[in-house]
C-alpha cells in the first residue's frame, strides 16, 4: 500500500468515525487479477480494503456498493458493510467492514438455498439494472428490456460475441452458431417476471460469515432470469446438493432446468473467454453443437 493511499485512508476512517484513526497493520490478501486487497488493523478496528487504477476500471467499487446495497435493502442474505469508497491519486479504493469467517453451520446449504430463493421473489417489471456494472474486469451491459430473451441476447451474448470476434477469440463460424441458436431461445427459457439477482454467484463470491451462514460477496447485481443464477451456481464444480434442494422445495423451477441450465451458461463462459483467452471456448462450443 503505496503512502498516499495509506494517508487517505487514515483520514477518511477519522472523519468516517469522528475520531482520529491510524492504521496499524496491513496485511496483504489475494485480490485475483483486477484488485490489490488488504486487511488493515486500527485502533478503531479491522476492515478489508480493496484498490485498483482508476483509468482502467472507471467506477468499480461505486457500481459493488450499489449491488451491495440493493442486496442488502433485499434483506435476505448478509452482505459486508460498506465503510466508504473513494479515491486516491490514480486509485480507487472500496473499505468494507472486515468478516471475520467462522466453520459453517450444519444447515449452511439448506439455508442458503432458502435465502436465494427469498433474494429472488425480489421483482423488478423489466430486466437489466438501472445502470452497468462490472463481472470481472468486463463491464456488464445491463439496459433494460421487455423480456428475457431479448436482454440476454442484447446485453448478454450479443455484448461478449462482438468482444470476442474483435479480440479473435472466436471465429465468423462460431458467431454463426450463435445466430442460429438465437432464435430458438424463446422455446428454451420459460417465461418468468425478473428476479433480483446476485449475478456472479460461484464458489469463489461467498463465504461462510461470523454466524456460520453464507455472506455474499463481489456482486454484478441485476434483474434477470433466476434460472440464470442457479445455472451460474453450478460452474466451477457447483454447490452442495442440500442448496439446490432447499432452493427447489421454496421457489420451485419449471420442469426441466436440468436439460437448459448450460443454454445460460454460454454468458459466464464468453465471460472466461474474453477474459482468459480460448481455453474455455470448447465449452461454449459443447453448448451451440447441441442446440445448432
Not at 6 to 27: A, H, R, Y
Not at 133 to 156: A, K, P, T
Not at 231 to 255: D, H, I, M, R, V
Request: aromatic share 16%.
Amino acid at each position: 500500500m503505496h503512502s498516499e493511499l495509506k494517508i487517505t485512508i487514515e483520514d477518511t476512517l477519522s472523519k468516517k468515525f469522528n475520531v482520529p484513526v491510524k492504521i496499524l497493520s496491513v496485511t496483504a490478501m489475494g485480490g485475483g487479477c483486477i484488485n490489490e486487497c488488504a486487511v488493515l488493523k486500527t485502533g478503531n478496528g479491522t476492515f478489508f480494503i480493496k484498490w485498483n487504477r482508476s483509468k482502467y476500471f472507471p467506477e468499480m467499487f461505486l457500481k459493488e456498493v450499489k449491488g451491495l446495497t440493493i442486496l442488502r435493502r433485499a434483506n435476505c442474505i448478509s452482505v459486508p458493510e460498506v465503510i466508504a469508497c473513494g479515491n486516491a491519486g490514480d486509485d480507487d479504493y472500496l473499505i468494507l467492514k472486515s468478516i471475520f469467517s467462522s466453520e459453517r453451520k450444519r444447515n449452511f446449504w439448506e439455508n442458503f438455498g432458502l435465502s436465494l430463493a427469498n433474494i429472488h421473489r425480489n421483482h423488478s417489471e423489466k430486466f437489466g439494472l438501472d445502470h452497468d456494472n462490472y463481472i470481472g474486469s468486463l463491464v456488464q451491459y445491463n439496459e433494460f428490456r421487455n423480456n428475457w430473451v431479448d436482454f440476454f441476447i442484447e446485453q448478454r451474448l450479443s455484448k461478449q460475441i462482438k468482444l470476442a470476434f474483435d479480440k479473435k477469440n472466436i471465429s465468423d463460424n462460431t458467431v454463426k452458431k450463435f445466430q442460429k441458436l438465437f432464435p430458438k431461445l424463446k422455446d428454451i427459457f420459460p417465461v418468468e417476471n425478473p428476479s433480483l439477482l446476485h449475478g456472479d454467484l460461484w464458489n469463489g463470491n461467498f463465504m461462510s460469515g461470523p454466524d456460520g451462514y453464507a455472506w455474499l460477496i463481489d456482486p454484478a447485481v441485476y434483474y434477470g432470469h433466476r434460472e440464470a443464477e442457479l445455472a451460474f451456481t453450478k460452474l466451477f464444480g457447483g454447490f452442495e446438493y442440500e442448496f439446490y434442494t432447499s432452493y427447489q422445495n421454496n421457489f420451485p423451477l419449471e420442469p426441466g432446468f436440468d436439460e437448459r441450465y448450460d443454454v445460460y451458461n454460454l454468458y459466464p463462459l464468453m465471460v472466461h473467454v474474453n477474459l482468459f483467452g480460448g481455453g474455455y471456448l470448447s465449452s461454449v462450443e459443447g453448448i451451440l453443437k447441441r442446440y445448432v
